[in-house]
């Protein structure tokens, strides 16, 4: 891959991450100043970037290199460690550039909206502009230290808007578990810069990305695995999951944008991006693809059985970046395809949540869909760009899901043997539950009879359909949803795009006839259809959930004790261990040592007198000394 | 301007300042905090002159200057400074402004005048500033322990509840660790007497001896052990928290952020140079001490309901990476070590001085007595995530580079320290979120909103009404409500925050300023001082 540098208007490429810094700064340090005009000034700054974006984009793509770089300063120079801070504008940043501001400008507008009645709206703005500029330093960096920088940014950013409503304990305790389960991934992204340092002596992609051949095999697959520790952690795949679905508690603004259309994909764009060391070890390429078929299994079965609106999307975010997961993980026959997925579930995600996010707008901020119901009529816009996210999501036939889901599927058929068979089966598998949740979720949202007519506490004047401002980007995104597949693979072909990053498009095997994927694979979907009817649409929905059930849904209402395992296994033990390091260094450590010391002076009670005057006196004896060590000084001096 | 005594001139005038404030009449407590405001901003003006006036690429040792002191012993007053002592000046510098105008208020606890205390400090001041600038390894001495003298007073006469018990922990503790050292200057002594026919403790001097690797294990014990208490190493950690709880708190910033400095300031100055093949063959152990210490003291940071200690645990947790930096004998992980005693002093800083702000709202040093501040107070609650932010290291605070720094530099050499250490950042993540958020997310509750709203008289106290238990100041019955940073709070703690950030994406220019005083010391511990070279790739790949 070569890069040139950046001319003309690809020079201006930091300025995507200084707007929307700069803007966080200005609502931050502005104060109550900014109250009236600060979320238009936010949106404003994602705008532009999107708008610079685009140009930059069109610019890169008539470069012969299609990969430009911009050096902006020395970030961390010191012995043979050289980090530069620079900027990389290659296919593959520029399509999440796009994602992000364009996807992230749609989102801001929304916010406008959404926001408009909080009193902390100006802060929302603020974290929400932070959080673009570290997610654009994060695709756009040129070396794993930036990207580093970039990840643990939006990693605070997202601690800072899940907690957003902090004086719920609820939303503080989530957040704090996101940064933390983050955490642990962030060691495995650590120490793999550690190791490119050690064997290579190099963070930035040209030198480690360009020398993997020089890495003993053992080395490459150790990067390989701490780097999926890191995607692991940041893209809610197991075992580092749990967290996700708590993220729920900050703003639904939040949840489109950072919990599911951006963020927690960056994972995905980690180990796409550093494609040229899972090409030299398929160990490490094996875990990937076992990450993902059993996360896409765990979130789908998980979603089947959740009540809140938003934990079923949640639950369906970890399963669809378990699919991207999969089809990173199959190596050069899957990148593209997994960054397709990526684009594709940015739109349908962001849009179902944004849906969401405007039913608990029509709902006086309820979330369970047992108390839904009949909603298809009061909420027409909203019904309908949901309605449309949800069929691209299921993988309707010719809108979004369809093509980039199907992709995957056939890709992981043609890696051929039984891995391929049993990959298949779990993702075909997979697609028939996703049905079966977001059917089952679209049926208690918007049919059937209200059952929230008897909610006394419900606001007057509920449920009505939100303003234009929200609406909207609903309906862009819903056109997003139908058409961006059949765009991105058929059109503009994205494999293409992508061939400076990841080489030429592999010839598919077609182990299986695409045409026999897509039928068995729509009639996979059909089922899971039909099943969620015959569930929840044929017969009437108990208003609370049935206590009495088998234990299949149980542990799928738990999400297959995800926190439950956590707890014992590292939570209760680490503060029945806190508590005791504590006694031990209070009456261990801490007596020993006076313990020493007492039976040196005698007793303990001695020690006790001499502590006073004894020490005062000592102290008084040294400054004296000192005093008079000094006037000898300037004595001797001067004579 | 190299010819200006800079660092007489930074030990003299805070000295003199403490005697003038001393001098005032007790009742002139105001005039005094002025006076120690003005002395301490002119330290910092001749810190920042200094700094003009070094050249990175000179002579290792500059703005030098010696008188002989005790000639009979080869003893000189001798001064001067390389980029590791200079930038330790400058943060002595930065530091004790803050800690005025973070004790403007501040009432004293004991019997003393509060005239008293702003003379401690100056005198504090005075001392620090001698124990970086020392060139003479016995003059070092006499600053180390001369150091002890106005802290014990900060502690004894001005702390918390316990501020006896804490200060003369405090004392014995770092007067052990000097005899020890003090053997060991002697020996050092002795030994030049014999190699160079004449006796010094001029440290040019002594880093050209030749010494037996047996008699350089027993020096470098001397001097770590002494170094140990001070930076302090687990298991001679105990009195830090104590200390760090029971000091006012701009003695605890002091304390923490500078005097606890000088430990890892010496094994950098000293033990490498000095002994290096000693500290090569005990680096192990160093080490290990150093590893556990990082995760011990930070599970007992999570463990902690004081504020004050936590934040003194977290520091035990830190100069373990410090530790680690130094004695991975590598110029990346050393220059790490470095900055981390900057940025850490700093960060901590910030965060005690916060701290410092909270309690004194809410008269109690218990995390249990907060919660949900961040709604009355949104700003402290902020510079107390920033401030908690860089405890933890995150990308974009300066912590970051230098926790990076010590753990990418320390990998090459020690794998093993290296990646138990790393561990340590998930535990700095918990200790940090959790303090956090008990103290400023949830429901505003506890001492201050009690203090805005008198409970009925029938209402229980939820937590057992242990609140009195550890007040440091009263809080008598306001009714007013709680106060979000006043203009002078504001003007403390903004230039600690602008630091955290601006070094924290601009570091260069500070790691500068100290590579080729980390290259010497690496050359004088017979490392390589270009760097570590990869393992396989060729230098320069990118």
Redesign the interface.
Known sequence: METVPATGLLSAVWLLIALPLAGAAVL?VGGRRTDRWGHLLATATVLAGFVLGLLCTVQLAGLDERSAGVEL??????????V?AGLLLDPLSAVFVLLITGVGGLIHVYSIGYMAHDPGRRRFFAYLNLFVAAMLLLVLGD?F?AL??GW??VG?AS?LLI?FW????A???A??KA??MN??G??GL??A???M??????T?Y??VL??VG???GGTVTALGLLLLLGACGKSGQFPLQAWLPDAMEGPTPVSALIHAATMVTAGVYLIARSAPIYDATPTARNVVLAVGAVTLLIGAIAGCAQDDIKKVLAYSTVSQIGYMFLAVGLGPVGYAAGIAHLLTHGFFKAGLFLGAGSVMHAMGDRTDIRRFGGLARRLPVTFVTFGLGYLALIGFPFLSGYWTKDAIIEAALDRGGWSGWLLGAVAVVGAGLTAFYMTRLVLMTFFGRPRWEDDSALPTGTPHEAPPVMTAPMVLLAVGSVAAGFLLVQVFPLDAWLEPVFGEPAEAAHVVAPAVVGVVVTAVMALGVLAAWLVVGRREVPTTAPARVSPVVAAARRALYADAVNEALIMRPGVW???A??FL?NRG??GL?NGT?AALGGSSSRLGRV??GF??S???G??GG?VL?AG??VA??TA | MSDVPWLLAMIVVPAVGAGVVAALPAAKAGLARLLALAVSLVVLVLAVLAAVAFDPGGPRFQLTSS???IPDFGVE?ALGVDGIALVMLLLVGVLVPVVVGASWHETSTGKRSMRTFWAWLLALESTMVGVFAATDVFLFY?FF??M??PM??LI?GFGGPNR??A??KF??YS?LGGLVMLASVIGLYVVSNSQLGEGTFAFDALRQLDIDPGVQKLLFAGFALAFAIKAPL??F??WLPDAGAEAPIGGAVLLVGVLDKVGTFGFLRYCLPLFPDASRELAPWVLTLAVIGIL?AA??A???TDLKRLVSYTSIAHFGFIALGIFAF???AA??AVLYMVNHGIATGLLFVVVGMLIARGGSRRIADYG?V??RAPLLA?VFLLAG?ASLA???TNS??SE??V???S??NR?VF??VA??G??LA??YV??VY?RT?????RGVLAAAEEPPPPTAARPDGGGATAVLTAPAPGRTAPVRDLSPRELAVVAPLVALVLLLGF???PL?ALV?PA?QATMSDAGVD??????????????
């Open positions: 931050l300063f020395t970030f961390i120079s010191t012995g043979s460690l050289d530069q070396s230290v580093y920088v643990e940014g605070l601690y907690a902090y004086t719920r304990p939303a503080a305790t957040a704090k940064f933390l955490r642990v962030d060691v650590a120490l810069i550690f190791v340092f050690a064997q290579l002596g190099t930035s040209a030198g360009g020398s020089l890495l003993a261990l806190t508590r390091l504590v260094d450590v801490d040592v010391a502590q006073t020490v005062r000592y102290a008084l040294i400054l000192a060590v000898a000084l001797g001096t | 008188a002989p002191w007053f006499v322990e001369a002890l003298v014990y007073f004894g006896q018990y200060a003369v004392f014995l007067l687990v298991p950690h105990t011990y599970l007992l999570v463990g902690q590598s110029t990346e220059t790490g949900g961040s709604s902020g932010l995150l990308p974009g970051f580079v990076f720094l753990l990418i530099g990998f090459p794998p290296t990646v790393t561990v950042i998930i993540a918990l979120l959790l958020q400023m997310h949830g429901p505003f601009f570091p260069q790691i590579e980390v001082p270009a760097g570590t070279s990869p393992a396989v790739g060729e230098e320069g790949t990118d």
